[in-house]
């Protein structure tokens, strides 16, 4: 059996999963060790947005999630007591700028499988399922890691160039890294119930086909439309509360009563969780990294922690792609962190914020920022300081086109792509065409290029612009700065 690989990622969630693809794809020899034989089957994520769709088109999986998946055209609407509106997170069905409808509603588990079946038909690709692991062990050029069976009470002992932790909220790899953590100070209990609905009875119809956030200051609660097959309800436990009698099925469905009958639906699962607002301040050492909610962990409340951690791989595998075949340096880790740090925390502060507001709906009256999320977005913050060249549009998400019915980026692919006005430009610059793929642009990205008054542009793989340059002359300080940055 195969023991060295370049990458072996700890975790085989929605995270880990999507990670070893997209390694897989590049090439690079992957091994994924799960604790569980099976997906975790407690209810979390329903919600993911156009990014994240962008991002599983990057490994040609937009299609199939599709399939599995609901556009979200309706958004989400906080109320009061009253049902009256007091704020809004937009929805829509139109498509954006990333070339995918803003919102999409899914059932975590299927997603999980889609995820699993792709990763298991890749060559490069072997997942120990069963396996947890215990520990880990590195030296300046291999890390060792080594996990236990109990079922099969045996020992498993691999090693690799890089390894990742994709390991979940209660992440064993973290310890190898760091326990200081930034926390934003949410910490609240809630009991969370997946029901799985009737849609012929009128009551069950008559549900709104959105997500309602009921703002109040003793017990606020959250119902989701997943589908027209399953719903969820998220409700706030007190401290007064007595747990185990909240959690009597009679309680429960006396408490959905005012929505919903028990001979309309089932409940599928249910389980309380304490959400949190938590980043880990140290995301690597030496050849050990962590990605998803083992760097960070938010609540629940606009729908984004999985979200966080599918950014995280975006930027992380054309990076780990680099260390293992020895181009880049590691010590750009240091530029992952630099990059996802502050925009995961823009997103948790924000669920955070909202979270808080949905405890206590006095405070949207109180400060003139609140006033200013009546009617709100997701951030999107811009990469500043990471692997970039600095000027006006790096760090900022190339947008995507569509024309006729092609998808620009399915022609871009998950390269460095450095993108031309003029054919001239290419052959004038020394560019090495294995690490930056040179492309003129056409249609509406040539339009795009021409209203941002730029004559090239280097895209990288994950779409954030590297760089781009006003003038033929400047475009030689852009690309020596790259290949400064990822040698030949
Ligand atoms: C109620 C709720 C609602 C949510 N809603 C949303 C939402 O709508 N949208 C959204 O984007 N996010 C949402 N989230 C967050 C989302 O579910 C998580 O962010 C996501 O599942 C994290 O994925 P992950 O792969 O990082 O970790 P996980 O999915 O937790 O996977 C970690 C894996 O590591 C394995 N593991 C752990 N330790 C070891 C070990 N020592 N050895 C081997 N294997 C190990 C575990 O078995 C597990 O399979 C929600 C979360 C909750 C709780």
């Known amino acids: 059996m195969k023991k060295n690989f370049d990458c072996i990622v700890i975790g085989y969630g929605p995270v880990g999963a999507l990670l070893s693809i997209f390694l897989s794809k590049l090439g690079l020899s992957v091994a ?28 040609n999986l937009s299609e199939q999630i599709s399939k599995i998946s609901r556009i979200g055209t309706k958004g989400m609407h906080f109320v009061d007591n009253e049902d009256n509106i007091l704020m809004v997170r937009k929805g829509s069905d139109a498509i954006g700028e990333l070339g995918w409808q803003k919102s999409w509603y899914f059932h975590q588990p299927q997603l999980e499988k889609l995820l699993r079946d792709n990763a298991e038909k890749e060559k490069n690709f072997i997942s120990f399922l069963g396996y947890e692991t215990q520990k880990i062990n590195h030296d300046r050029d291999l890390v060792t890691v080594t996990s236990y069976s109990k079922s099969l009470k045996k020992e498993l002992v691999l ?3 890089y390894l990742v932790g994709c390991d979940g909220a209660n992440s064993n790899t973290s310890d190898y890294i760091g326990k200081e953590i930034k926390d934003y100070g949410l910490k609240e ?12 009875y009128n009551n069950i119809k008559n549900l709104p086909d959105f997500t309602v956030q009921h703002c109040d200051k003793v017990r606020p609660v959250t119902r989701c439309y997943i589908s027209k097959k399953r719903r969820r309800w998220e409700v706030k436990i007190l401290p007064s509360d007595n747990q185990e009698k909240f959690l009597e099925s009679k309680s429960i469905w006396k408490f959905l009563s005012k929505w919903i009958e028990k001979k309309n639906a089932m409940i599928e699962r249910s389980q309380v969780y304490t959400f949190r607002s938590i980043l880990k301040k140290k995301w690597f050492q030496d050849r050990i990294i962590l990605a998803g909610d083992s760097a960070h962990l938010s609540p629940p409340f606009l729908g984004q922690g999985m979200c966080a951690g599918i950014r995280d791989v975006a930027v992380l595998a054309w990076r780990l792609k680099g260390y293992a075949n020895d181009k880049l340096s590691n010590k750009d880790l240091v530029n992952y962190q630099n990059e996802r740090f502050p925009h995961v925390s823009a997103f948790i502060k924000l669920a955070s914020e909202v979270g808080k507001i949905m405890s206590n709906p006095d405070l949207l009256k109180k400060s003139e920022k609140t006033q200013s999320m009546r009617l709100f977005d ?31 980026d399915d022609s871009l692919g998950y390269e460095f792509v450095f993108l031309v006005l003029k054919e001239d430009t290419i052959n004038n610059v020394v560019i090495d065409n294995k690490i930056l793929l040179r492309k003129i642009a056409k249609g509406f990205s040539r339009d795009w290029m021409v209203k941002n008054k730029i004559v090239a542009v280097v895209i990288r793989p994950d779409k954030y612009i590297f760089g781009s340059a006003a003038t033929e002359k400047s475009i030689k300080a852009l ?10």
């Open 378 to 408: 997701f951030p999107k913050p811009r990469l500043k300081k990471g692997f970039f060249y600095t000027c006006s549009l790096s760090g900022r998400l190339f947008p995507q086109f569509i024309e006729g019915n092609k998808k620009s």
């Open 32 to 59: 994924v060790i799960d604790k569980n034989l099976d997906i975790y089957p407690l209810p979390r994520a329903i919600h993911f947005d156009e990014e994240v769709m962008r991002i599983f088109q990057m490994v």
């Open 189 to 200: 209990k809630f009991l969370v119930l997946d029901l799985k609905v009737d849609n012929r």
């Open 479 to 488: 690309v020596s700065h790259f290949y400064d940055l990822y040698p030949i």
């Open 159 to 161: 090693n690799c160039k």
